[in-house]
């Protein structure tokens, strides 16, 4: 028997929302949205068996488990990025990579709250708001390439995952003011890491525009949105 897939998953940022259905009559795609549609939209207004919840947060670092004490949290993160006064800092494990996400959703909004409260499981739970670069990994264990390569673009900020095999070489954030900036940033890692984007696909979770497609292509030998 088929098991039954009723999965959403939202992104969320400082600017609206944007969602993702799987379900038995396939994949639906939002698009990017305004944040006051989400009292109007009857896909927000349901209930799923898998909801995932991620929040486009540059307060964002993945530690190794082995160096990970949860009463430092707010030290760890704050030594690598500049906090927000009066941030609230969190964690969550990701074991299949022995680490632990620290970060923080305090980006200015509280949309994502809303969207966690508003979108719930069938047993009516919440689904705690995460960070987009938790999704990103996530998400690499559907992509079946050697070089997997995960970003997302926006509000200004490029968020890249690169693994290889079963093998994590990068999780980071990056400051992009455009996207000529972001691509200098993912050629970067590239070139460090040693990958040649003719021999690789690039994933991304956000939506791109025609330009921006058409420029990727130059370089890699396919552009995927996931």
């Known amino acids: 028997m088929t098991e039954f897939i009723n999965r959403i998953s939202i992104q ?3 600017s609206g929302y944007s969602f993702r259905i799987e379900s038995a009559d396939g994949t639906e795609n939002s698009g990017w949205l305004a944040a ?7 896909q927000m207004q349901k ?5 995932l919840v991620t929040v486009f947060t540059p307060y964002c670092s ?5 160096f990970y004490n949860p009463e430092h949290s707010r030290d760890m993160l704050s ?4 906090l927000p006064e009066g941030a609230l800092v969190e964690y969550v494990r990701i074991p299949e990579y022995n680490a632990v996400m620290v970060f923080s959703n305090t980006i200015g909004g509280t949309l994502h709250k809303v969207v966690s409260e508003s979108v719930l499981r069938l047993d009516g739970t919440k689904s705690k708001p995460l ?12 992509i079946q390439d050697y070089n997997r390569i995960v970003a997302s673009f926006m509000d200004g900020v490029l968020y890249l995952v690169i693994a290889q095999g079963r093998t994590l070489l990068l999780c980071n954030t990056y400051s992009a003011p455009d996207f000529t900036t972001a691509q200098y940033f993912i050629f970067l890692a590239m070139k460090k890491l040693q990958l040649n984007p003719e ?7 956000t939506s791109l525009t025609e ?11 396919s552009v995927e949105t996931i």
Not at 47 to 51: A, G, Q
Not at 131 to 142: D, T, V
Not at 199 to 205: A, G, K, V
């Open 12 to 14: 969320v940022g400082l």
């Open 36 to 42: 006051e549609s989400i009292f109007t939209v009857p």
């Open 47 to 51: 209930r799923y068996s898998d909801v």
């Open 62 to 66: 993945l530690v190794p488990e082995n």
């Open 79 to 82: 030594d690598l990025v500049a």
């Open 131 to 142: 960070p987009e670069l938790y999704g990103m990994l996530k998400s690499l264990s559907s």
């Open 199 to 205: 021999m690789s696909t690039i994933y991304f979770r």
């Open 211 to 221: 330009d921006q497609e058409m420029s990727l292509y130059r370089y890699f030998k």
